[in-house]
């Protein structure tokens, strides 16, 4: 079998399964995030396309940048405790400065999916905090947008490794992508219950 229609049958099968994740998770607050993932692949392709038929500038630059800010606003929304305006227009510009400076857009995704890290873990924090529960789900998102965050650290320092490390990722992802889309926040089996029985106090 020809390794690039090999790669191009996985990478369909990657699509598939993140378009099956929008749909299971469209009624729950993180439908916006999902759905970016899901359109980012399929629009690269389409785009990749029209400009290697067509000749028509490539701008997938700007998709991605559009896409980012829908699955950061998305994750915005989804935070019980709203982020300031202010701390959102400073995330805003400093990746628009770092995107006007570098022209490098790799470290732009890098940065605002450092920031989804770790907000996302805060929402996990938080839940545990009030729930006295683990939800597995957001755990699930911290780690996928690990596994982004690593593969963008590739493209910037091309390691020994990176090929490797690409494929590793991109596996990581696809599973990910299943569980996504069987699983939401609201499934009890990505809950694990941390309520401790009080012991009885003893009879003096």
């Known amino acids: 079998m020809d390794l690039q229609f090999f790669k191009e049958v996985v990478l369909t ?6 378009i099956l994740a929008a749909i299971r998770q469209y009624p729950f607050r993180f439908r916006w995030y999902f759905i970016g993932l899901a ?12 400009y290697s038929n067509y000749q028509i500038p490539y701008v997938s630059d700007y998709v991605y940048l559009t896409i980012l800010v829908i699955v950061y606003i ?13 701390f959102n227009l400073l995330i805003l510009a400093i990746s628009v400065a770092i995107q006007i400076f570098s022209g490098n ?3 732009t995704l890098t940065v605002v999916h450092v920031v989804i890290f770790f907000r996302v873990f805060l929402l996990a924090t938080m839940f545990m905090v009030e729930t006295r529960k683990i939800n597995l789900f957001f755990y699930l998102i911290s780690f996928y947008e690990l596994t982004l965050i ?3 650290l590739r493209l910037i320092n091309v390691a020994e490794f990176a090929e490797f490390i690409y494929y590793s990722v991109f596996t990581f992802q696809v599973i990910l992508a299943g569980l996504f889309a069987v699983f939401t926040e609201a499934s009890k089996r990505m809950q694990i219950n941390m309520n ?3 012991e009885p106090t003893p009879n003096i």
């Open 13 to 18: 099968i990657s699509m598939g399964a993140w």
């Open 39 to 50: 359109a980012s692949d399929p629009i690269n392709k389409l785009l990749q396309y029209i």
């Open 105 to 107: 857009l790799v470290i």
């Open 150 to 152: 690593i593969n963008f």
């Open 196 to 198: 401790i029985p009080e």
């Open 74 to 86: 998305s994750v915005d929304r989804a935070d019980k405790i709203k982020s300031s305006r202010i």
